[in-house]
């Protein structure tokens, strides 16, 4: 921003409190919506709705979806019932269904008979959505035509159809059982001659996704083609949607947010690291920590089996060392398999070639590490002979955490459960204990 | 999909050794250019230029972004040189300039000659810009107009200039020194009568970045204002380009790949994680794990000072417990600093409030996981009272793991070291080692 925006919190309080009616309707009309949330954010629901009452009702709704969502709950749960059935009406589509699906089942029975019956149709599709399905993401809002009328048409029907649409800057050709039979950009019409046929300058290739596909396939797809918009069919091929640039970008950053609290093992937090509760973050962490608990006292069980003789005492200090280099090769492998999957650069197809890659890798790095951890051993170990035992377990342990890394998020991936969240526990769980089984037995075998 | 498209590598050498120029020309035309691409990827550097002879320049140069980078380079050193000038200048400038940082520095200085001046000049100016900032993920291609034109005129400009320009969606405003003074949308002009002026339509409130502002922000600011683009100025405000929300995901879905990469100490790979070759794959998992395997080194050597008399041997199986217990708190905690600093959520002067949050939540935390740390070693202690040593130790390294976990990223972050990339190791060292002190010394203490 090349200038910071003047307009800040205290003074909007100056203004409710004057009254200042002429000055509230300035900020709330001329700001980006964006903008006016921002500042806005810091007033009570009641001032909210204060300052909402100077600006008409679709402004309002342009508004409203800037705030966070537990705000935005929290706005509808403070304000006048009758205020609520023309906002609703008024939001675009997603936005509405991302709060409805906020809300508690009954608050939204509630509030929906005060919504116009047309609009009330298209809330009961999205709300029926699964949560991580093309249709989630959708909005009913867009802009379609049929294909036999000419460019100079087609621009005067979207003059009308325009204030309804998310985007108009594709626009979706449909047969008259509103089949997607093509698409032309708003670009080409300004383009195009005034006389020619929407039938003729449409592209027929049309990229969609169906409405039960999921969101990944979504980001995939739109990515791939850089478009602004993507649109979602039944399975019927009938147009009932679209997916728009922006919904997809805030998408990916909440998965990669979400990815990488999982890699770190704590439940997604799905709000900000500032407002979540701390018995919430407690709750979200402590339960990964007691299950990576659990199979870390799996392997205290095992190891206390141990009963080593004075002359392998030696061995105690490089406990954690081995079970570390298992540990992180675990995780550098079951990472790299997660990301590969969740990009789409590998399928689970690709299951061969990933354990053949592991499998090198895990030996060269494997080999690699075992050098230095021979030269280590030499300090502590009373003949080199015995020193061996450290570098033998490093090669083994960095094998299988790579090994083990690898073939996990493939086998939760192909039984359908989420790779992200379930492979880090279990990774370290099967390679700290095969790294103190590998250990007490080399020891054994080396040391007698 | 609705329907897999039926073209596919064995009908595209069919035809190529058919000489089916008809046919080739089709396929190249018709479809998407990321669909094209995708198909004759298998093909060979020569066999994908014969599919581009069929084609004219215009149509290769959206094609040829489409292909990987590393697929682009081979293509470009298998050209004939006289084919490139013209297929550079016509590449869109923010595509060409990914493309061209790939290059050897005297390949580019061989090619630059061949194209046109002015192009030559875009050229350099993006080639300027440091890698991570606004200007590299720019394009110097815009749509703009004067404020003093009516939307009729604006529209007939649009015609002209639209297809040098990668977005029409927003139109810029200029004044005569090329200040960026507002913004109109195509959609706007489109619904605006023809008589009114661009000065009255646009929106004065411009939200813009600086060319040497990091991507972050960019990527911050398009997804707060859901825009399709975002204009980019100099020092003075005068518009040098704009970066599209389709460069913006691409940038958003290689950051979180390599944020996730990072995370597990992995050099970032910058590419698909099958084609990666394994000499490159295991330098940048082998650095990363030489160091950790140093850290945990030290912690060996910290442990061999510990002489275990006969009564404390069963302190020895809980070792990989306590140690992992810290781990695994720390690495939460520095994942949840990470995230919140990259995605915006919280900023390096919220550092009191995230410490404050860290300290109540490793106590929480540490005192919940100490109840069936004491469980379990009373199974193995001699008496109840030397097991405290084992939830004492607990409850100190989680609360530990917290602190170090929160800290470390916020203080890499200040010293302007990616977070990211330097906290999982420096974690894992000091609250390993924090974790084998405070276990031998509580040992002492308790056991005497």
Redesign the interface.
């Known amino acids: ?2 200038s910071a ?1 003047p307009i800040l919190l205290p003074e909007l309080r100056v203004m409710l409190a004057e009254g200042d009616t002429a000055g509230l309707r300035e900020v709330a009309e ?3 919506p ?2 006016v949330a921002e500042f806005s954010e810091g007033l009570a629901e009641a001032e909210i709705w204060q300052v909402f009452a100077t600006i008409p009702v679709e402004r309002q709704a342009e508004i409203f979806p800037y705030y966070p969502l537990s705000r935005q709950v929290d706005l509808l749960k403070a304000a006048d019932r009758r205020q609520l059935g023309p906002l609703i009406e008024w939001m675009a589509a997603d936005n509405r269904d991302d709060l409805l699906r906020e809300l508690e089942p009954e608050f939204v029975e509630e509030i929906l008979p005060l919504v116009a019956k047309a609009e009330r149709h298209d809330i009961r599709l999205l709300l029926s959505c699964p949560e991580d399905s093309a249709g989630a993401l959708m909005t009913t809002e867009y802009a379609s035509l049929p294909a036999d009328i000419t460019a100079g048409e087609a ?1 005067a029907r ?2 009308s159809q ?2 309804d649409s998310e985007s ?2 594709y626009i979706y050709v449909l047969d008259p059982e509103r089949h ?1 039979v093509g698409f032309v950009s ?2 080409d019409l ?2 195009a001659k005034p006389t020619a046929l929407v039938g003729d300058l449409m ?1 027929r ?6 409405i039960d596909e999921p969101q990944d396939k979504v ?1 995939e ?8 918009a993507i649109p979602v ?1 039944d399975d019927q ?1 009938r147009l009932v949607g679209i997916v728009t ?2 919904d ?3 998408a ?2 909440q ?3 979400d ?3 999982m ?4 439940a997604p ?1 799905g709000e ?3 407002e979540a509760a ?1 018995t919430s ?2 709750w979200k ?2 339960v ?3 299950i ?3 199979t ?2 799996v ?3 095992v ?2 089996n ?3 003789a004075e002359s392998q ?2 061995l ?6 081995v ?3 298992g540990g ?2 675990g ?2 492998s ?7 999957l969740s ?1 789409g ?2 399928r689970l197809s ?1 299951w061969k ?2 354990l053949k ?1 592991e499998f ?2 895990g030996l ?2 494997g080999a ?2 075992a050098v ?2 021979y030269l ?1 051993a030499l300090a ?1 170990a009373p003949t080199p002979l015995q020193a061996i035992v450290i570098p033998a377990t490093i090669l083994c342990v ?1 094998l299988v955490g790579a090994l083990v890394g690898s073939v996990l998020p493939l086998l939760f991936r192909s039984i359908g459960l989420d790779p992200a969240l379930m492979s880090n526990p279990f990774v ?1 769980a099967i390679v ?1 204990v095969v790294g ?1 089984l590998v250990y007490m037995g080399l020891a054994m075998v080396v040391l007698g």
Request: aromatic fraction near 8%; proline fraction near 4%.
């Open positions: 921003m090349p925006n001329e700001l980006h964006a903008t621009i979207l003059r325009a204030p108009i800057y997607l708003l670009r300004i383009l592209q290739d049309v990229i969609s996704v169906r980001v797809q739109l990515a791939r083609f850089d478009f602004i069919v091929n640039h922006d997809v970008l805030d990916v950053r998965e990669a947010t990815e990488a609290q890699s770190a093992a704590i937090l900000g690291y500032l701390i973050m407690t962490r402590g990964w920590l007691a990576l608990f659990a870390a006292a392997t205290a069980m190891l206390s141990w009963e080593p005492l030696w105690v200090a490089f406990i954690p060392l079970v570390a280099s992180n090769s995780n550098q079951a990472t790299l398999v997660i990301t590969a990009t650069d590998c690709d070639r990933i890659r090198v890798l060269v790095l690699i590490l230095p951890g280590l502590y960095v370290s700290d103190i």
